[in-house]
């Protein structure tokens, strides 16, 4: 089962940027749905944004062109660029990772929805100050 481990949180100013990582332990990362999430006190964990195996994404409403999802299988990372940040956009941020493949072994398939995902990491703090 992969492994993941997030990095690059911290704490910024409104209007400051944020890349954070995503280290992924197994060798076919590539054939896996990824995606980051995100939780703040007292709220339900909800998706940012996620992407396939063929670099194709997906973005929650609230993202609005800030932030941008990618993916380097070659290192077995995931990351999020993270622009204009806001402070609601204070929460813990969470990777994860599920196995759904097509015909050819790839991930094809995404969904902006953290109950289709069953890997996560431990998850990095990101705080945004006024």
């Known amino acids: 089962q992969v492994h993941l481990v997030e990095s690059g949180g911290g704490s910024v100013q409104a209007g400051g940027s944020l890349r954070l990582s995503c280290a992924a332990s197994?060798?076919?990362?590539?054939?896996?749905?990824m995606g980051w999430f995100r939780q703040a006190p007292g709220k339900e964990r909800e998706a940012v944004a996620v992407i396939d195996s063929y670099s194709r994404t997906k973005y929650s409403d609230f993202v609005q062109g800030r932030f941008t999802i990618s993916r380097d299988n070659a290192n077995n990372t995931l990351n999020l660029q993270m622009d204009s940040l806001k402070p609601e956009d204070s929460a813990m941020y969470y990777c994860?990772?599920?196995?759904?493949?097509?015909?050819?072994?790839?991930?094809?398939?995404?969904?902006?929805?953290?109950?289709?995902?069953?890997?996560w990491g431990q998850g990095t703090q990101v705080t945004v100050s006024s």
């Open positions: 994860a990772a599920e196995a759904r493949r097509d015909s050819k072994g790839y991930c094809n398939t995404i969904f902006l929805s953290p109950l289709r995902f069953s890997t």
């Open positions: 197994a060798y076919t990362m590539s054939r896996l749905c």
